[in-house]
């Protein structure tokens, strides 16, 4: 009776912890590690997992981390929450056949309010699916398929989630990757990695239609945050990974069509990208040579988080520190206060608080079973 009590405290507990929480969801990858500037496969790897991180505990905290397959090729937006964090969707682009990576298709849908939370669905999206994304009204989400140039489209009621069609944006190296959707829900925004290009997608309730007009920001646009009010939205250009200091674009949502308006440098490789709720900072993350080799000339030990302060519709660099290696996603608190970004090569989350505009390393690390490789909040209505 004892350990029935025990476990039925525990169980109510998480219960507890998960209907007052603010969440974040980590996409963590056990599949591939980082061997001196390559990315290299793991035989016999442990499952990947995904992390479920309570934002309003002081410090943050893992309140469950359970097996379900994830992928660090693609940007780090390969994780979507509803708005009302009942559920998430995960994708994993890659799997290992053979001992080598190839393209998966899946699309998680992780029940959130269990106790422990659970994988409960697991659909098809395409080949190469990657950054996935959850309108705010909670009734649609988007995938990008990065090794077939499509994009998925999925109904949502509730916790239950319905493959809806697919949209053909180019060929199987056109490489769409991560996906913002506007606050009205009316408008799309596609990054291609593989044709350097951002598609606009029109958005009429469950129809969503590929409008011909692209957007040309720079080379390799990669991952993409539509920024509170929604005036502006924020491309990262990950550029070709030959040293040179990479941008972030600054794309105009009012202009009919939208345009670039603004480009400005942050260092080698911006993978992560996110915005504060409130739509005043942005964070990026930057490889900074962390992810090469170590004998090359443009390696660096550790990568950076840039914090850029939002003016309207321009971006002012106010502050940075160092992170891990192989750094991906970044995430900040429902008040803007905390920051979380992933260290893949340590399998952590690093924890920063910001003090007025500077970036504050707390010290703390939530330690991971697998490389973290994607994370995301709630977007609200």
Request: proline share 6%; hydrophobic share 45%.
């Amino acid at each position: 009776m004892r350990i029935l009590s025990l476990l039925a405290g525990a169980a109510l507990a998480m219960t507890s912890a998960l209907a007052s929480a603010e969440l974040a969801v980590s996409a963590n990858d056990n599949k591939a590690v980082l061997v001196d500037g390559v990315t290299t496969p793991v035989a016999d790897a442990a499952p990947d997992t995904v992390a479920v991180i309570d934002l309003r505990a002081k410090p943050p905290r893992v309140i469950a981390e359970i097996e379900a397959a994830a992928s660090v090729v693609g940007p780090p937006l390969s994780v979507a929450i509803a708005p009302d964090e009942s559920i998430a969707l995960v994708t994993a682009a890659m799997k290992i056949v053979d001992g080598k990576q190839v393209p998966d298709d899946k699309l998680q849908v992780i029940d959130l309010q269990g106790t422990p939370p659970a994988v409960i669905a697991t659909l098809a999206a395409g080949a190469g699916a990657a950054g996935v994304s959850i309108n705010r009204a909670g009734t649609l989400a988007l995938v990008a398929n990065r090794s077939e140039g499509t994009v998925s489209v999925f109904a949502i009621s509730g916790k239950s989630v319905t493959a809806a069609g697919k949209i053909k944006l180019g060929d199987e190296k056109s490489g769409p990757s991560s996906i913002a959707i506007s606050a009205d829900g009316k408008t799309a925004l596609v990054t291609r990695d593989g044709d350097n290009r951002v598609s606009v997608l029109a958005i009429d309730g469950g129809k969503v239609e590929y409008t011909k007009r692209d957007i040309y920001p720079g080379q390799r646009p990669y991952g993409i945050v539509i920024c509170s009010p929604g005036d502006i939205a924020v491309v990262a250009n990950i550029g070709a990974g030959q040293g040179d200091a990479d941008t972030l674009s600054v794309i105009d949502m009012k202009a009919k069509p939208p345009r670039v308006i603004d480009t400005l440098t942050v260092g080698q490789t911006p993978e992560g990208i996110a915005c504060s709720p409130d739509g005043q900072a942005l964070a990026v993350t930057v490889m900074s040579g962390s992810n090469k080799p170590k004998d090359s000339p443009f390696y660096r030990a550790r990568g950076k988080v840039v914090l850029l302060q939002v003016n309207g519709q321009k971006l002012k660099k106010v502050s940075e520190a160092d992170v891990g290696n192989w750094s991906q996603g970044a995430a900040f608190s429902a008040d803007g206060r905390t920051l979380l970004v992933q260290n893949m090569v340590q399998k952590e989350i690093q924890v920063f608080q910001l003090k007025g505009w500077h970036l504050h390393d707390t010290g703390q690390r939530i330690k991971l079973k697998a490389g973290p490789a994607g994370i995301r909040i709630a977007d609200r209505p």
